[in-house]
Structure formats: structure tokens, C-alpha cells
């Protein structure tokens, strides 16, 4: 029964893969050729990170902010291929099936697929902005999901990856996307906790102290005058 189930997923993944591999158009072509590059993410993320700054009431969190995109890549990115490609081992549609399309001479890529280390790295980004902007950048939810489903296409539209490995991918991307932004968001309030700020009555106290002492001197002269 199980093994059943399996090839019935798998046979399910496979005719999508050759759907979507299969219908393309030239400027498509292009489009995601460039979301699938690593230039193009490096592009994407400053834009998310230049436009959370801008409108930050607090522009002093930059540097947790780029700590948090950090761990998303270095968590999805170790996960990804030591925890699910090492230990299933499926191979890449481009290393197992026959008629695949490849544009632009694009190799291959590594031997396995699943899951998808774009789909994983692009969501669990996407969530972390999406949850740390959503209060001062309304639009971000929306423009960092879209770009990363953007990214996910584009994996078996270029052969790269089966559906099945860009659904589980982005699946493990939120996932920790989330727990990423939950682990920044705790070191960002014990942070805030733990500021040296100003005690109640601090400034009346240092005011009385630095005001003219009222010396016999000082009472005795305004009384003559």
C-alpha cells in the first residue's frame, strides 16, 4: 500500500514537472533564467533590506536585521542538503528523466533534488522580511512571497527540480523563516529590556544640582536689589 502511494505521487509529480517544464515562452525564458540567479536574490534582498530601513522607525536594528537573513540562508541552505538531498537521495529530473528542457546550455546541478535548496532558501527569507517589515511595510508580505514563488517556478520550468521538491522546499523555508524571526525578535526585546535608560526623577534631580546654590550671599544681594 505504501509503495503504492509513493508511485502514485511520484507519477503525479511527474506529469506536473513535464507540464510546466514543457509550456514556455522566449521572454518567460529569460525572466526566469535572471529569479533563478544568485545575483538577481542578492538584488531582491538589499531592496527588501533598503526599504525596511527607510521606513524603520529605529534605524539602529540594520545589523540584527542582517544577522536574521544570515541564518535563514545558513539554516535552509545545511538543512536542505544534509537532513533531506543526503539522506533521500532523489535524483534531479534532469538526471533522471528523458526529454527534459534545458535553456541557455544550463547544466544540470547537483545529483539530487529533494528538496528544493531555492525553494527553502527564498521562503525562509521571504517569511523572515514578511514577518519583521509587515508593521511599517505594508507592501512586503506580498513582494517578498511573490518573489520567492517566482524563484520556486522557475526551478522545474529550468529542469531543475520536481514540483514535489519546490512544495516541501518552501514548506522547510517557512518553517524556519519563522523561527528565525522568533529567535531575532527575542534578542531584539532583551535587548530593549536591558537598555540603560533614564530613571524616573533623574532629570529634576541633575537640575536641582546644577541650579545656583542659594547661598546668604545670592539671598542677601537680591534683597538689595
Same mark, same amino acid.
Given at each position: ?57 529605529? @534605524?539602529?536594528?540594520?545589523?540584527? *536585521?542582517?544577522? %536574521?537573513?544570515? $541564518?535563514?540562508? !545558513?539554516?535552509?541552505?545545511? =538543512? ?79 529542469? @531543475?527540480?520536481?514540483?514535489?521538491? *519546490?512544495?516541501? %522546499?518552501?514548506? $522547510?523555508?517557512? !518553517?524556519?523563516?519563522?523561527? =528565525? ?45
Amino acid at each position: 500500500m505504501e509503495t503504492t502511494t509513493i508511485d502514485a505521487l511520484n507519477s503525479v509529480d511527474t506529469q506536473l514537472f513535464y507540464w510546466i517544464n514543457q509550456h514556455h515562452c522566449t521572454v518567460a525564458d529569460y525572466v526566469l533564467y535572471a529569479f533563478t540567479q544568485h545575483w538577481s536574490w542578492m538584488v531582491m534582498i538589499v531592496l527588501f533590506f533598503v526599504a525596511t530601513m527607510v521606513k524603520s522607525p529605529s @534605524k539602529r536594528w540594520w545589523w540584527l *536585521i542582517a544577522v %536574521g537573513v544570515a $541564518l535563514c540562508f !545558513l539554516f535552509a541552505d545545511r =538543512i536542505t542538503v544534509l537532513c533531506f538531498k543526503d539522506v533521500f537521495q532523489r535524483l534531479r529530473p534532469c538526471h533522471a528523466l528523458p526529454d527534459v528542457r534545458m535553456i541557455f546550455g544550463m547544466g544540470c546541478g547537483g545529483q539530487y533534488g529533494f528538496v528544493s535548496g531555492h525553494a527553502a532558501n527564498s521562503f525562509a527569507t521571504a517569511m523572515f522580511f514578511a514577518l519583521w517589515s509587515r508593521k511599517y511595510v505594508k507592501a512586503m508580505p506580498y513582494v517578498a512571497f511573490g518573489w520567492a514563488a517566482i524563484v520556486s517556478y522557475s526551478r522545474p520550468y529550468l529542469g @531543475k527540480h520536481y514540483p514535489g521538491d *519546490i512544495i516541501c %522546499g518552501a514548506l $522547510l523555508g517557512l !518553517l524556519i523563516g519563522w523561527l =528565525i524571526y522568533l529567535f531575532i525578535n527575542l534578542i531584539h526585546n532583551k535587548i530593549e529590556q536591558y537598555r540603560p535608560t533614564q530613571l524616573p526623577g533623574t532629570a529634576d534631580a541633575f537640575a536641582k544640582d546644577t541650579a545656583e546654590p542659594n547661598t546668604p550671599e545670592a539671598t542677601t544681594k537680591d534683597t538689595d536689589n
